[in-house]
């Protein structure tokens, strides 16, 4: 199958396009942030007039999976006009296009469309509704894919894992704080089901190997507070768990609200892919073994200079 992978340089992106090429033919879309990929490369600003259009005639790709976003919270609050070009409007275009030509489009969205307000886990019948500019320009995202395009797959999705810069995921927030003998906080109050991203990229390769279509939540199977999830970081690591300091998420100073119950129900997901869906300890482990077989340093020495 050839996949065009949208955001190619992002963290899900990069990991997503890595883990694909022994068994899939690559093509990662970049906005000259990439170099020396094993990978093919094309340039594109996605947001330009025929952009896709031309990405799509030029490539010719057996599926899409569109990562591509403005996936940081607190720089949508300050942009809401460019988030909902970029996480709104440019999802539901793609997906027009993706119907037109037949071919299979992952669009990968949050578990942040749910405000937290309820005290159980929410399953894909559940009402979002989102407390940020983020989450509500990648609802509207939804909502713009599944109206013009009812095969496609809409998976919402948290994950953690290495990136480009080093510094991109909460895995590595933890890591780099704790690695250099820094305290850094954790929220208690926030609960959430991140998922290994190589185990995010090899749920989304079955998920188009499956044909699957509709809305998927696309979460690890293990809920836990995100302070658990610096502990048990600290933990496999090897540093000292106490430099992980407990707090609510209320004391953060962020500015975009943030839901405290973000645990989402992988019933469907299970069930349909016939698979267990693998929990965060797992993925906790496999971070570890990529930081001791170099993969960090190999991910960086793919940006360009
Ligand atoms: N990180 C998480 O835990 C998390 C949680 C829930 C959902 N998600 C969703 O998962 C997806 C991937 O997130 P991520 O954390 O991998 O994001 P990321 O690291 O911020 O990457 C975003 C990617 O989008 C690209 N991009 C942005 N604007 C573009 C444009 N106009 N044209 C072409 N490419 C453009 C970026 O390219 P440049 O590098 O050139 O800017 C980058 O490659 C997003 O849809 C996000 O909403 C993420």
């Not at 894992?161 to 927030?173: A, I, N, P």
């Not at 749920?203 to 302070?227: C, D, M, P, W």
């Amino acid at each position: 199958m050839k996949i065009l992978v949208t955001g190619a340089s992002g963290l899900l992106g990069l990991n997503l396009s890595l883990g694909m090429i022994e068994t899939h033919t690559i093509v990662g879309v970049d906005r000259s942030k990439l170099a020396g990929t094993p990978f093919e490369l094309v340039q594109a600003d996605l947001l330009q007039a025929g952009a896709c259009s031309r990405l799509i005639d030029q490539t010719r790709p057996d599926a899409i999976i569109h990562t591509a976003a403005n996936a940081d919270i607190d720089a949508c609050e300050s942009d809401p006009d460019g988030a909902h070009h970029l996480n709104a409007e440019l999802p539901g275009h793609l997906a027009e296009l993706c119907a037109k030509h037949t071919i299979q489009l992952i669009h990968i969205s949050t578990d942040a469309v749910f405000n937290g307000a309820k005290d159980v886990i929410y399953t894909e019948d559940d009402t979002p509704n989102p407390l940020s500019i983020y989450a509500q320009t990648k609802l509207n995202g939804e909502a713009a894919v599944l109206s013009v395009n009812p095969d496609a797959v809409v998976a919402r999705v948290n994950f953690f894992g290495w990136s480009l810069s080093g510094s991109r995921s909460l895995s590595e927030f933890f890591f780099n704080h704790l690695s250099t003998g820094k305290q850094v906080n954790g929220f208690t109050d926030v609960y959430f089901c991140t998922m290994f991203v190589g185990d995010l990229a090899d749920t989304l390769v079955r998920i188009l190997e499956k044909g699957l279509s509709g809305l998927y939540h696309v979460v690890g199977s293990e809920a836990l507070a995100k302070y658990e999830f610096g502990v048990r970081i600290a933990r496999q690591f090897g540093y000292d768990p106490e430099l992980v300091i407990p707090i609510s998420v209320t004391e953060s100073g962020l500015k975009a609200k943030r839901s405290r119950n973000l645990r989402l129900s992988i019933h469907k997901l299970s069930t349909d892919l016939g698979l267990e869906i693998p929990g965060v300890s797992t993925g906790i482990e496999k971070f570890y073994t990529q930081h001791q077989q170099g993969y960090p340093q190999k991910m960086r020495s793919y940006q360009q200079l």
